[in-house]
């Protein structure tokens, strides 16, 4: 299959998969792009999460288009992102009229109170294929602890810890460089 | 032009509304005061749809207030507008960091950054973990957390670690599998009470 043509359809399988948040593309990402068909590696998906924090837009569609980008140059970028909203188009055209009465059907409120069970045991797992990749010593597993306590419980932006973390990384480099 | 609008709305969400889907709503409640194009109750409705269709929450987002105001050519406007930012800044920054990619500066910031990352990712599922047990908009306590703990998601999500980690052949399928069995399981089982 054409790489192009590929580009838009994995995403839009992506696109289709993912209930919720950027974080529940995540695991489809992992067995989708890194796992069949070998566009990432884990290392450089936890890298475009990092980027896809603390810059302009949703996280979902900067992931796509640094896949797209590393496949295919920016005709790649734009296809991979194309794919990856596209379901979002379609479903909510068709459903648009009576989208409100959808949401408010008791049996899909049922379905989706069982997939958000279903999504957080899957990040769990995305988290633990992250971890070899991110979490490699002592001061890696304290920048960890310390965002994950401080997001749970601060109310900032995700950009301040992206950015102390990347100057804590240089900052303990160095200082191991001088040892 | 309703669409020239829409695009140019959408396109500044886009540009700063920075991280997850709901860090663009405080931009879609402030479009609903001067665009007068939907109003905040819809607005409300709209999470609820968004959350309940497949797809990126703002993407949803952007469709919908797109084709409330324009039709389709509306949504696919409204959508390209929020989209576009993205793909610029992705793309200066992709290559960015092809021309850097030796430099020791960037090797060692990224690893600060990618454990942050994990945490981050770590901390918006345990966000999740919370509503999926206790439902969204309770203040949970340790003197009410009995009470509000949905037993059917409690045993619904060790059924989950079980199936994904420990067996045999069942762990390797595909994501969406689980994602399918659990609606499946909530819509027997009533898990919206």
Redesign the interface.
């Known amino acids: 299959m054409p790489i192009l043509l590929d580009l838009v359809l994995t995403f839009f399988r992506v ?14 990402l992992q ?1 989708e792009v890194v796992e069949n068909k070998h566009w990432a590696t884990e ?1 450089e998906l ?2 475009y ?3 896809g ?10 992931t796509a ?2 896949i797209g ?2 496949q295919k140059g ?1 005709l790649g ?2 296809l991979a ?1 194309v794919g ?2 596209l ?3 379609l ?3 068709v ?2 009229g009576v ?2 009465t ?3 059907l ?22 633990c294929k ?2 070899k ?3 490699i010593d002592k001061p ?2 304290a ?6 306590a ?3 419980f601060i109310d900032v ?3 301040v ?2 950015v ?7 900052l ?3 200082w191991e460089a001088r040892k | 032009m309703i669409y020239l609008r829409l695009f140019y709305e959408f396109f500044k969400t ?11 709503l405080p931009f879609l409640s402030k479009m609903s005061e001067t665009t007068g194009w939907f109003t905040k109750s819809q607005l409300a ?1 709209m999470i ?2 968004s ?10 987002m952007a ?2 207030v797109g ?2 105001t324009g039709g ?1 050519p509306g ?2 406007v409204a ?1 390209a507008g ?2 576009a ?3 610029i ?3 200066i ?2 290559a960015f960091l092809k021309a850097f990619k030796d430099n ?2 960037v ?23 919370g ?3 206790f439902g969204a908009g309770h203040t949970v306590t340790l003197a009410n957390a009995a009470q509000l703990i ?1 037993w059917k ?1 409690v045993i ?2 060790a059924v ?2 079980v199936l ?2 420990f067996v045999p052949k069942v762990k390797d399928l ?3 599998v ?2 399918l ?7 027997i ?4 009470g």
């Open positions: 696109g289709i998969m993912t209930f919720g948040g950027g974080y529940a593309m995540l695991p489809m067995r290392e936890v890298d999460f990092a980027i924090q603390c810059t302009p837009g949703i996280i979902a569609v900067n288009t640094f980008q590393k920016t970028g734009i992102t990856v909203v379901p979002s188009l479903i909510i055209s459903l648009a989208i409100t959808f949401a408010d008791q049996i899909v409120k049922d379905a989706f109170a069982g997939v958000r069970a279903c999504v957080c045991v899957l990040i769990f797992n995305a988290v992250l971890w990749s991110a979490i890696t597993l920048i960890f602890l310390l965002v994950t401080g997001s749970l932006s995700p950009v810890f992206v102390l973390a990347a100057i804590a990384g240089i303990i480099k160095k | 886009g540009l700063f509304a920075i991280g997850g889907g709901l860090a663009t409705d609820a749809v959350e309940s269709t497949p797809g990126p929450m703002g993407v949803n469709t919908y084709f409330v389709i949504a696919v959508t929020l989209v930012p993205s793909i800044v992705i793309l920054v992709a020791p500066y090797a060692s910031g990224f690893y600060g950054l990618r454990p942050a990352s994990t945490g981050l990712i770590a901390a918006a599922g345990i966000g999740v973990i509503i999926a047990l949905s998601a619904l999500m989950m670690v994904t980690r595909h994501p969406i689980f994602i069995i659990a609606a499946a399981a909530g819509m089982f009533h898990f919206a």
